[in-house]
Nanobody, 114 residues
């Protein structure tokens, strides 16, 4: 079992920045990939960025050049640095981890508004 706890969400003005954190605990030695997804009201959950145990990354086209995913294995934490935020980035952001089973955090709200 893996437990994930997200933090760092909040309200930010367009053009601003936020950094989300996702701390993993439990059977973390078996974690392969971790990632960030988001879900806006009335929309499907979509992948934002993922990172493998080897450091390979994936970004959705909508966030390329603005968001950066990183992983601190010593702290068992994955981060999502979000810059140049836009109103359309407003969503609940979820962290996940995969070790053959997919685990999800509880989500953190990000609101981009003036």
């Amino acid at each position: 079992q893996v437990q994930l706890v997200e933090s760092g969400g909040g309200l930010v003005q367009p053009g601003g920045s936020l950094r989300l954190s996702c701390a993993a605990s439990g059977s973390i030695f078996s974690i392969n990939a971790m990632g960030w997804y988001r879900q806006a009201p009335g929309k499907q959950r979509e992948a934002v960025a993922t990172i493998s145990s080897g450091g390979s990354t994936y970004y959705a086209d909508s966030v390329k050049g603005r968001f950066t995913i990183s992983r601190d294995n010593a702290k068992n934490t994955v981060y999502l640095q979000m810059n140049s935020l836009k109103p359309e980035d407003t969503s609940v952001y979820y962290c996940n981890a995969f070790d053959g089973v997919l685990y999800w955090g509880q989500g953190t709200q990000v609101t981009v508004s003036s």
